[in-house]
């Protein structure tokens, strides 16, 4: 579509809202799953000094921000698209060490040190200023071997070619995302280090710690109850009520415990056979409530008819994010 000018389309937070369906039993299952997204926002600690008579020590104010290229690169990579984050933060992190260790030139100006060599060499030099040893995967021997192995060779030097016969990493290609999301991350850590220890700006953070999440986000789900219902109001948060323009509602019965998926989301699945609800046409929405008050809602874009299905099954969750750390999440 895109080559023939038709339409330029994106699948955007699929994982999120999506409906999925297998055969089991002789029987086909239907599940609707939907994960609603708790931001977090914890705000970065002040500290009060005191002397021994309780009156405020004033501070020295922090020394101004001298502005860097390397800080473009690192703003432009809080993006949704995990391949463009990952060139610009390589761009950050290039860029600053650049400024720690310069590419050689010879007398001429002309660059003598190619790329490859350059990276390492840089690396090494940045290994004076952090221990790289934190940005690297547990047990490795070699942090700056590892590190140009993996940033420079493996991720890249794979997405800037797209040449026949070569390792290359395919944008969405799905099973490429871990590892690159994986790699990401470290990289993004070693860059805010280096800026920190070399451009002295460092990233005012704080955030809930994923046990925390778990503790403050389960019970909702743990006490709720959850229904089908072929009620077609659209989403709105002030909402009173499972069923705002008094759609039928079928209430489903819990299929499992909170079931941890990842550090910041947890789901719990609810289910019933498609014969105990055929009084509703179709479905359109899946509510959780506490009591008649509703708390989290899946919309589907249009009428699901069940049809010949056999079970229904609703996965609802909480997916949690630190809103003043770094990305983490990436939707294509």
Sequence with gaps: MSLRGSNNL??????????????????????????????????PATVVV????????????????????????????????????????????????????PQKSNVTGKVSESEGQWFKRALAAAGNLVDLLPFTPAGTLDPVQHLWDELYREMRSAMSHAKC?????????????????????????????????????????????????????????????????????PPNPSDT???????????LTPDSGVLQLSSFLIAKIWSSPVAEISNLP???????????????????????FLGSAGRLEAMLGIRGTNSRLPRERYSY
């Design 10 to 43: 994106v699948i955007n937070r699929f994982d999120d809202n999506h409906t999925l369906w297998w055969p089991r039993n002789d029987e086909l299952t239907v599940r609707i799953v939907s994960f609603a997204t708790l931001k977090f926002d914890v705000p």
């Design 50 to 101: 005191r002397d021994a008579n309780g009156n405020i020590v004033p501070q020295t104010d922090p020394p101004p921000v001298t502005w860097h290229e390397s800080f473009r690169y690192f703003r432009l990579s809080q993006t949704d698209d995990l391949f463009d984050a990952y060139r610009n933060v390589y761009l950050a992190l290039e860029s600053v060490l650049s400024s720690i260790a």
């Design 165 to 233: 016969g070569r390792k290359v990493l395919l944008p969405q290609d799905d099973s490429e995302r871990q590892a690159v999301s994986a790699s990401l991350q470290r990289l993004v850590r070693l860059y805010l280090a280096l800026a920190e220890a070399h451009l002295n700006v460092r990233r005012a953070s704080g955030g809930l710690f994923a046990v925390a999440f778990r503790m403050m986000a389960s019970p909702a789900l743990d006490s709720a109850s959850v229904y089908a219902s072929d009620d077609e109001s």
């Design 241 to 251: 009520v499972p069923n705002p323009d008094g759609g039928l509602l079928e209430e």
């Design 282 to 304: 179709f479905v359109r929405r899946i509510v959780a409530a506490h009591g008649s008050d509703p708390f989290s809602a899946g919309i589907l874009e249009a009428r699901l």
